[in-house]
């Protein structure tokens, strides 16, 4: 649907669950509790709110997490999606360590694309980084999905690790039609701790690395990202610059945390409280009508824009991990 800034809303973003195998310094480190699962919403509602979304006019999901694919039986939870009239696309951001194992079974049930998120090549920075060892499979996990008919991309935090670790990671779209990205990071929960790199400045350091680097225009997705080319390579790199090239004007977006909270704007804490519309709506309410018209009221209160300039207006507590990076 359209909201009152004349913005076509058609895209929901799902956290199946808040946990997480790894411990991302920025995200989600040692000593998060996580949310008892009586609190998560169980697929049959998250496909019972995606009805209601796609009614709306959402026709692509993602799931996210925490990890997604911690949460047991996902591949399950893609087909119920996939079968919901009005639904196009679902995809899956992940951190690969689960991906090698599942990704057959996932494309199966109709996945359409999948982000695997990682910051370093770098073994030693990426034990640093994530409290875990688990670089090789990613990496493997990576390689495996680029073999199958799914279309990959890679998404890393623009962290300060240095130009070699751009290089690194660029390294990917060399040969493989992987495109990478770059996202600045945002002042949402740990990752209020770290200094965002901005991406004026690192398209400039881009363009001392690669000669020739130019601007992509074809579609490669639903999101934000500003692609380009560099010749010889086939995957493309894409830079998500939500704090210094602010794309609110275009944003197409809404959340859905675990907890069934949905969320408009990553900034504020306004949202509607759904698992209460699932769970204690009076006997004989039209649960459907009524998750319908929440979601209708909800996005038409969608802030025009995010306040990450403005720290003192920011209103969301919870963590990345909580609300579904
Ligand atoms: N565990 C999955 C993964 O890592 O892809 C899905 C959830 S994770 C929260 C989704 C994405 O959000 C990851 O790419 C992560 O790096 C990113 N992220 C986490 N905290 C962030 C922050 N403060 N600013 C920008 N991106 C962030
Ligand atoms: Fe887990 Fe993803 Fe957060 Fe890292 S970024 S802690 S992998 S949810």
């Given at each position: 649907m359209i909201d009152r800034?004349?913005?076509t809303i058609d895209y929901l973003r799902i956290s199946v669950t808040d946990r997480c195998n790894l411990r991302c310094r920025y995200c989600m480190p040692e000593g998060i509790e996580s949310v008892p699962m009586l609190q998560i919403l169980t697929f049959e509602e998250i496909r019972d709110v995606v009805r209601a979304a796609a009614a709306n006019g959402i026709r692509h999901i993602k799931?996210?997490?925490?990890?997604?694919?911690v949460r047991k039986g996902l591949p399950d939870l893609v087909r119920m999606l996939k079968a919901?009239?009005?639904?196009?696309?679902?995809t899956l951001?992940?951190?690969?360590?689960?991906l090698g194992l599942y990704l057959p079974e996932l494309i199966e049930a109709g996945l359409d694309a999948v982000n695997i998120s990682l910051d370093t090549t770098d073994r030693q920075k990426y034990k640093e980084l994530?409290?875990?060892?688990?670089?090789?499979?990613?990496?493997?996990?990576?390689?495996?999905?680029?073999?199958?008919?799914?279309?990959?991309?890679v998404n890393a935090v623009s962290l300060d690790l240095g130009e070699a670790n751009i290089g690194n990671l660029i390294e990917i779209a060399r040969q493989d039609p992987?495109?990478?990205?770059?996202?600045?990071?945002?002042?949402i929960g740990f990752g209020k701790n770290f200094e965002t790199v901005n991406h004026r400045d690192l398209f400039k350091k881009l363009e001392t690395m690669y000669s020739g680097i130019m601007i992509d225009e074809r579609e490669h997705g639903f999101g934000p990202a500003v692609y380009y080319k560099i010749p010889g390579y086939l995957g493309s790199i894409g830079l998500i610059s939500a704090i210094h090239g602010k794309f609110c004007n275009t944003c197409n977006r809404?959340?859905?945390?675990s907890q069934g909270y949905l969320k408009t704007c990553l900034c504020f804490s306004d949202g509607v409280d759904l698992r209460a519309i699932l769970r204690e709506s009076p006997k004989g309410t039209d649960i459907d009508q009524a998750l319908r018209d929440a979601i209708r009221e909800a996005i038409l209160r969608k802030p025009g824009e995010h306040c990450f300039d403005k720290p003192e207006e920011i209103t969301e507590e919870a963590g990345m991990n909580a609300i579904g990076g």
């Open positions: 800034y004349g913005r799931l996210t997490g925490g990890e997604p694919l919901v009239d009005g639904i196009e696309k679902v951001t992940t951190n690969g360590v689960l994530t409290g875990s060892d688990e670089l090789n499979t990613v990496m493997s996990a990576i390689h495996i999905a680029n073999e199958l008919d799914i279309r990959v991309k992987i495109d990478v990205r770059f996202i600045e990071m945002m002042p809404i959340r859905l945390t």
